[in-house]
């Protein structure tokens, strides 16, 4: 399995890819849920889009404590439908990967069509399961420690330029074993 996927890895870096984060009001499964942040690096760490987004309800405060993002942040940010053309523009027909695609895929469609817009076709990636199968171990890692154990500095965790660092420098550490 570790094999795999470190060919895997390194194949994305032969195809191009895109790496997706996006900072919310609250969980995926929240029919309410709003993005407050976006950010797109591509495969080789160019910053694509890295945006504050204003919602249309206020940001709870749990969802501020988690990623230092509160309602006064983003009075002068556009709203999703405004930055929509540009986000499908990056990510239709690519791959995409984020850290957590069961949160990140279903977020974004719920957003798509609750402004009433097509949800973006892409190929979608999830890091974190390859991070999982990586290592040989069933469940849920945290980005955070799995970048402590692979020795990649955390920075900027919980905003969304910085989580699409860490998620392809640990794509890179993946695609990196197969030189080893």
Known sequence: MR???????????QKGFVVLDLETTGLARDPKVEII??????HEGKELINT??????????????????????VVN?????????????????????????????????????????PVISAQWFCAMLAYSAYRNYTGFIKLTTACKYER??????????GDCKLT???IQTMARAELT
Do not use: M, W
């Not at 942040?37 to 591509?42: F, L, N, Q, S």
């Not at 206020?58 to 230092?68: D, K, M, T």
């Not at 990967?97 to 402004?115: A, G, K, M």
């Not at 990649?152 to 330029?161: E, F, K, L, Q, S």
């Open 3 to 13: 094999d795999g996927i470190i060919q895997q890895a390194a194949r994305l870096f």
């Open 37 to 42: 942040e976006v950010a797109a690096i591509d």
């Open 52 to 73: 504050l987004v204003k919602p249309e309800r206020r940001i709870p405060y749990e969802a501020s404590r988690v990623n230092g993002i509160y309602d006064k942040d």
């Open 77 to 117: 940010a556009l709203p999703f439908l405004q930055l929509y053309p540009q986000i499908a523009e990056l990510l239709a027909g690519k791959t995409v990967i984020t850290y957590n695609v069961d949160f990140d895929r279903p977020v974004l469609n719920r957003v798509c069509r609750r402004v009433e817009q």
């Open 152 to 161: 990649i500095a955390v920075a900027d965790a919980h905003r969304a330029i």
């Open 168 to 170: 392809l420098a640990l």
